[in-house]
């Protein structure tokens, strides 16, 4: 099935197609055909088409691992608001209630500006050993969005200090709280470590980045 074509095409085909998904039997021996063109249809930002072939998926128990709980919740926030997801989030089992479905959540506090409920979140992922480089990124952004750059800094040593290493993307916010804070020689020291730590990371978008500044 050509599935960017179906979605970018959009329409009438694409809604009849995720109706009939949701009412149908999963066609025998491919169990991952509704799963692929949730994935697209995420991909293309068709939230409501991917949370209702999810949301069928999951209550017919087909295909669905711990992982993809993480996807749900997601496109629920999306879809229901934040509180839904939050709410889902405590309803689940104990397995599924794992690093992915608790970044998760994290990046949808993240994404709503919650900045008080984002951080006791991170917390408490601390605390089970969940935290990753992606929650750091998304605590990263959401200081920048919120105008505290000053506070970037802080989770690149608590990265280091872990010895955690950093993302393309996290020099590029780095980078960009520095020059929020018109600190030039930091964005200028950002690059040098970037270029002597993780020199395979710089590409186009570093760049780009640093003309921007």
């Known amino acids: 099935m050509n ?20 009412m149908a039997e999963i066609p025998k021996g491919k169990p991952g055909l509704y799963q692929k063109l949730a994935e ?48 889902y989030f405590n309803s689940l089992p104990n397995p599924a209630k794992n690093k992915y479905s608790w970044g998760s959540l ?15 979140h991170f ?8 935290a990753t480089s992606l929650s750091f990124t998304n605590l990263m952004a959401l200081y920048m969005r919120l105008g505290q750059p000053m506070k970037v800094h802080k989770l690149v040593n608590d990265m280091k200090v872990r010895k955690m290493r950093m993302t393309g993307f996290m020099y ?30 710089i590409d186009w978008k570093t760049y780009s980045n640093l003309a921007a500044i």
Request: with cysteine; hydrophobic share 40%; net charge negative.
């Open 3 to 22: 599935y960017n074509r179906l979605i970018s095409g959009g329409g009438r085909l694409l809604r009849r197609l995720c109706t009939e998904a949701t």
């Open 40 to 87: 697209e249809l995420r991909k293309y930002h068709r939230f409501h088409h991917a949370f209702e072939i999810l949301e069928w998926m999951m209550t017919r128990k087909i295909n669905f691992s711990w992982e993809n709980y993480a996807v749900y919740l997601d496109l629920m926030s999306k879809v229901k608001g934040v509180i839904d997801a939050e709410n």
């Open 106 to 120: 994290l990046n949808c506090y993240c994404k709503e500006l919650m900045l008080d409920k984002a951080l006791s």
């Open 123 to 130: 917390e408490k992922m601390d605390e089970l050993e969940f």
């Open 172 to 201: 590029i916010v780095w980078m960009n709280s520095c020059a929020a804070l018109n600190d030039l020689d930091g964005v200028e020291s950002v690059y040098q470590e970037m270029k002597r730590e993780n020199g395979e990371k």
